[in-house]
Structures are given as structure tokens and as C-alpha cells.
């Protein structure tokens, strides 16, 4: 976590640091303020990274954000920001998509090559929270955005806009206290409900409607892959890790035509079969392998190995195939 604060600071000084740090180290903007208002400027930060996943808060004087055609040239368009209006009322202008008035409470996902002045409709303190993240993770889902996004604000829809928005506070305040695995958890349902919420496509042209469903099992996966040598492991376990019931997380699988049994068979076999080649295991017998990832029973071992491969677990082990 990166913290900073202009208080600390001789107030001569505060404005021409806040607008040195959002112009040239965050947000690749310039900054307007009355020369009146400048010594009575107050402005802090707190900016928390997780990976390529970034959420920064801030709060301070009410002032423009301009992002000219110069400044917005430097932007990585490899990233999609969520931006969050958590007091006061501001208007984003754009020259070529419509504006965007912002009340407490209110969101827009955008990318951040457009040219655009964000203004301040009142003289409240602005405090705002900025989520950027790379456009792979919605991929990663099985979304796809177009090369180039345009501005959309998503409060005040129903659907996955409205799941978002309740879901932003919540993660912000909890992320900082999750493991590293939970995190994951976490930050892949965000891109699922984005990819709703946005409009993204999958594969085939269509909207994804499905984000959450397959954002659930790219995180039941995860799991069942970092526990598959506990023999014990059931559909029961996971859904109880990932806070669902059982029903709803086998109905995950269904809809891909996999099952929760097939999944956690095909990891463990995986597994075995590039240990049986794995030089460092040469001396491992087979059981041990077996046994080592989740197996407990070396019959039904060489059975599934012959089934999923056409070989047994020692033909594959002596090369053949």
C-alpha cells in the first residue's frame, strides 16, 4: 500500500505536488484550479496493487481532471478503468461520446484513451475510487471487449451493473485482509460482473451472461487443481471454500458439459502422466505417484490412466505412445 498526503506539506506547496504526482504518476492528466483556491489545497491518496490489479482512492479539493490528446498519447490502452463517485457530483466531457454526470454512488467503465475534462458541479471535496486492470482478465473468462471500448456508465442498471455496484465497496474494504488465493477469488468474480456489466462478447459475437457462471468455475478449477492430492477432496469441500452450495457449483460444470467428478479425474491424471516422464521421479514407483496425487487405489489408478490415454500408467512410463 502507497499512501500519500498533501497536509504534510506547506500549502505552497500542496497543489503543485498533487499536481505532479495525478499528471505525471498516475493518471497521465493536467489539473485546473483557481489561483485563489490553490494555498487552501488539501488532497490524499491511497493507491493498493494486487498484481496488475490496482484500486486508488482518493479525496481533495474539488478541481478539474484534463487528459488532453498529448496526455491520453501516453496511455497503456491495454487497460480498462472503473471509476466510482463516492462524494460530490462531477461531469465527465468527452469530444466524442456523450457526458457523463456522476452523483454519490454512480460508475463508468472506460478506457482511457479519450480526450476528456472532468469537472466538479459543486465545491463538496471530491472522493472517488479508480479500479484498473488489464484487459486480458476479462479473456480470461471467456469475455472479449473490441480494440476500442467506449465509455459506458453502469450505475443504475439492474442485472450485473447493479451486482457490481454493490460488490465494489465490499472488495475494496476486504481485499487488503485476503490470502493470496482468496484474492484471486475475489478479483476474478470483479472481472466476471465488469464483463456483464459492460456488454462483453464471447467467442462468438454473443453477450456473456453466463460471466459469473464461468468466473465460478475458472475459481473451482483453481481450487480443485491446488488440492487434488487430498484423496478426501469432494464437490462438497469446494463449494463450502467458495461459499456456494453444493448444487449450485456441480450447475457450473453442467452448463459446460463437465461435472465437478470428471474435472477433478482429469487434473489428477494430468499429473500423474507428467510425473511418470518427469526424470527427477524416475525412481518413484507408479502407487507412489498414484498416491501422491489423490489416488487411492492403484486399480482404479491404472483403469482411468488406460481409459483417458489408451496405454497403462507402465507403457507410458517405458515410452510408448
Not at 498526503?5 to 498516475?26: A, K
Not at 484498473?132 to 472479449?144: M, N
Request: with cysteine; aromatic share 10%; net charge neutral.
Amino acid at each position: 500500500m502507497i499512501e500519500f498526503s498533501t497536509d504534510v506539506l506547506r500549502p505552497q506547496d500542496r497543489y503543485p505536488f498533487w499536481r505532479d504526482l495525478v499528471g505525471n504518476n498516475f493518471q497521465e492528466a493536467d489539473l485546473s484550479l483557481e489561483r485563489d483556491d490553490r494555498l487552501r489545497f488539501s488532497g490524499s491518496m491511497v493507491m493498493r496493487h494486487y498484481g496488475d490489479f490496482e484500486i486508488v482512492e482518493s479525496r481533495s479539493t474539488a478541481h478539474e481532471t484534463i487528459q488532453s490528446k498529448n496526455f491520453v498519447s501516453h496511455v497503456d490502452d491495454n487497460y480498462l478503468w472503473v471509476y466510482q463517485q463516492l462524494e460530490s457530483r462531477e461531469v465527465a466531457l468527452f469530444d466524442t461520446v456523450d457526458d457523463v454526470h456522476l452523483s454519490p454512488g454512480d460508475m463508468y467503465i472506460y478506457h482511457p484513451v479519450l480526450p476528456s475534462r472532468l469537472k466538479p458541479l459543486d465545491q463538496i471535496p471530491s472522493r472517488t475510487r479508480l479500479y484498473r486492470f488489464h484487459k486480458r482478465h476479462l479473456a480470461s473468462i471467456g469475455g472479449k471487449l473490441p480494440d476500442y471500448v467506449p465509455t459506458r456508465k453502469v450505475s443504475g442498471e439492474g442485472g450485473a451493473a447493479r451486482l457490481l455496484t454493490a460488490y465494489l465497496g465490499t472488495l475494496a474494504s476486504e481485499l487488503p485482509g485476503l490470502d493470496s488465493f482468496a484474492a484471486d477469488m475475489a478479483l476474478n468474480a470483479f472481472y466476471g460482473l465488469v464483463a456483464a456489466a459492460y456488454g462483453a462478447v464471447d467467442g462468438n459475437g454473443e453477450p456473456i451472461s453466463t460471466a459469473v457462471e464461468r468466473g465460478r468455475l475458472n475459481l473451482a478449477r483453481k481450487l480443485i487443481d491446488r488440492h487434488s492430492s487430498n484423496p478426501a477432496l469432494s464437490a462438497a469441500i469446494v463449494a463450502e471454500n467458495m461459499r456456494l452450495s453444493e448444487r449450485t457449483l456441480q450447475r457450473a460444470f453442467e452448463v459446460h458439459g463437465d461435472s465437478f467428478t470428471l474435472c477433478l479425474r482429469r487434473i489428477r491424471l494430468d499429473k500423474c502422466k507428467r510425473a511418470l516422464r518427469d526424470p527427477a521421479a524416475a525412481g518413484q514407483l507408479i502407487s507412489t505417484i498414484a498416491y501422491a496425487n489423490g489416488f487411492d487405489s492403484l486399480a482404479t489408478f491404472n483403469r482411468q490412466f488406460q481409459q483417458a490415454f489408451g496405454l497403462t500408467p507402465r507403457e507410458w512410463r517405458q515410452g510408448e505412445g
